[in-house]
């Protein structure tokens, strides 16, 4: 686990199921006390558990985190601060294979890149549910590295971009 270079935030919330995935929402108190309303790279706990991840924004100026093997409903204690160093984003399949296929010069960029640029493109390619547009977005993603380009652009970073649970950029109200 990475080291912390801010004072931890600490709070209590509920989880929940959004379109079946369950996610923790920051407090709004939470939210405000992090760097940025898009992405941020943490290290904490979660019920006395150690964790690193990287926070979501909701596009509404707040964050949540994405839970695994979690019921809902029941109160978690989080503690958390910005990490230090991001960890390395979870590389789909498709820009996996793409890169792979990819000429010696653009996967050297992508080695080159930081763990945040490569966050952004994974995020990127992976905010359609529409699988049509997201092997153009892995096309278009070599391509733009290939033009020099080290991050997508165009890209508003603060939306909620996981298809899984956003509507609009943005993550639905709570019920």
Known sequence: MSSTTTTAVSFTATPEVVRGVTLLRLPTEASRALPSRGQVAVTGMLDGEPFETVVEPDGRRGHWIRLSDRASGEDVEVSLAVAEEWPEPSVPADLTAALHDAPDHIRAVWDDITP???????RWVGATANPDTRAKRVGVSIDKIDHGKRRPCC???????????????KLPEPS
């Open 116 to 122: 945040m640029a490569r966050w952004e493109w994974v």
């Open 155 to 169: 890209f508003d970073l603060s939306s909620c971009t996981d298809p899984d649970v956003a509507r609009g950029g």
